[in-house]
DNA sequence: CCTTGACTTGGAGTCGACTCCAGGTGTTAC
DNA sequence: GTAACACCTGGAGTCGACTCCAAGTCAAGG
């Protein structure tokens, strides 16, 4: 699979998933003859975890670090349990945080509907008096 | 109460305060004959509230708007709901996304317990072998 | 053969959000 | 009265994570 079509499929741009590579990210894509990247099943499930990790707001050093443990095979297993449980505790914690900021917001919308709401009635009464001229 | 006190308050640096203050998204509080800042109650409820909804990722210039348009009083009603719904939004998607996340963490996190549980038990018996020389 | 278009590279630039600094002032403690 | 300290300012610097660019290569189509 070209990167176009990674790309495509991610919703990564074409350079962010060159900028993954360089980083070290993901390991060196295989290239065809010309030397263009041909992205095989296993690059295509990293370049998945990646996205979902930085997406939950990994940070793109942390991943490096564990996907040079992944890289290093079944020595590192403890290592990496230890990265990801951190990491695992940062987005729960983030998790919760953001649930309360989710309810405060929807708290303040509704007290600004409530507002507008009032508003609209109080106008309703405005017409009501100007009807009676 | 004065910014070394709200920065220990809230766990913002006092950098990070006065920068608040200077891009608007805090209007300028209130100084004492010295020149040096007195934050009163609505100051903090301020803080308070840019502090949460930074934590939950709504950008800083979003907030900004925010905030401008609650100086501007009552009329500015129907264009901050739109907004706040807008980052209600944003934030709900995120929040699922990392839900997702996280159970994937989770996950694997158990799948590196079962792999170490494993290697643990093939230790034992290579000790028992070793036992039996 | 030449153009078009998708790819390549290394390196520089941008963006959001702080964070730090030099140099200055005002209050308290000895 | 002078040292220590907490504060002030404007502006520059940093950091993480991309994002863009110029210049080059290659395959396919007209």
Redo the contacts with the bound molecule.
Sequence with gaps: M????V?ERFG????????????GLIPP?H?N??????YDELDLMRVDFIKCM?GA??????LIDYMDLVQQGDITIEARKEILIEQRNLVAARLEEMQKTLERLNYKIEAYEKALLKKEQEIGQVEELMAGD
């Design positions: 070209k990167i176009a079509e790309s990564l741009s074409v350079d962010t998933l060159r900028y993954y590579e360089r980083v894509v290239r003859e010309g030397g263009i990247r041909d930085r707001g990994l940070p793109v050093e942390v």
